[in-house]
């Protein structure tokens, strides 16, 4: 299943390039833009503080976007239900995709990681500090995934789907500060709902402890529990909406 997955993947072209050449293009471009007028000595911060906004773009790219558009369309073709009467189990389809999407985001994340290094020239962060970055944006992912299985089985049509993921894809970039707003200067409403994403907490104050420093963590944690209960109410939504059906 896991080699089924991965083949399945090889022709969307959202997981590819949102994925994994779309966060390093838009790290150095926005860096050598940025930079141009500020000082030699702040070019490292710069690039660090990019570098961790960017980052944020390959979950939701290849999770939100790339694995919602294949599966959006297996759903609406019915291919899962048709591999369920052929006897595969559901878990184990769940399971094989999930290894799969894995699999791809850990090979963008090694891609992007060289290309900071050795390219960008980030700042160095401590074990702790690079943890926190990693844990966070897998446990991002997750929720990610969880989200377009869920839309994508509500939905059952790959149109539908992919319109609302784009759609909260785009919101969400625009809420964390990744379009060149920063996440203060929206409207206090918008603020509110930045500050239950976990994705605005990355963006704008990851920086601050990424060579050392103390850190509140509370706020994070607290948008991680309200992320994974919208996860878990859709997903619960698509299990008895399927059942329905």
Request: glycine content about 6%; some cysteine; hydrophobic content about 55%.
């Amino acid at each position: 299943m896991v080699l089924y997955e991965l083949r399945n993947n090889n022709g969307n072209f959202m997981t590819y390039f949102f994925g994994i050449v779309f966060p390093n293009f838009m790290s150095y471009f926005l860096t050598k833009a940025i930079s141009e007028d500020a000082p030699m000595q702040l070019y490292q911060e710069i690039a660090t503080s990019i570098m961790l906004t960017m980052s944020l773009i390959m979950p939701m790219s290849i999770m939100l976007l790339g694995y919602g558009a294949v599966y959006s369309q297996e759903v609406e073709h019915e291919i899962p239900l048709r591999m369920h009467l052929f006897g595969f189990e559901e878990k184990d389809l769940i399971f094989g995709k999930v290894i799969a999407q894995v699999v791809i985001l850990t090979v963008a994340f090694f891609v992007f990681g060289i290309f900071q290094i050795f390219v960008m020239d980030i700042q160095k962060p401590t074990m702790f500090s690079f943890f926190c970055l990693l844990l966070s944006l897998y446990l991002i992912s997750i929720m990610m995934l969880i989200i377009s299985h869920a839309l994508s089985n509500i939905f059952r049509k790959f149109s539908l789907t992919f319109g609302v993921t784009m759609m909260f894809y785009f919101f969400m970039m625009v809420l964390t500060g990744m379009m060149g707003v920063k996440t203060e200067q929206l409207p206090k409403a918008l603020q509110a709902i930045a500050r239950t994403l976990p994705m605005t907490y990355i963006s704008n104050d990851f920086i601050d402890f990424w060579q050392g420093g103390m850190y509140n963590f509370m706020p994070l944690i607290q948008s991680f529990l309200f992320l994974g209960a919208i996860c878990g109410i859709l997903l619960l939504f698509s299990f008895h909406k399927n059942k329905r059906t």
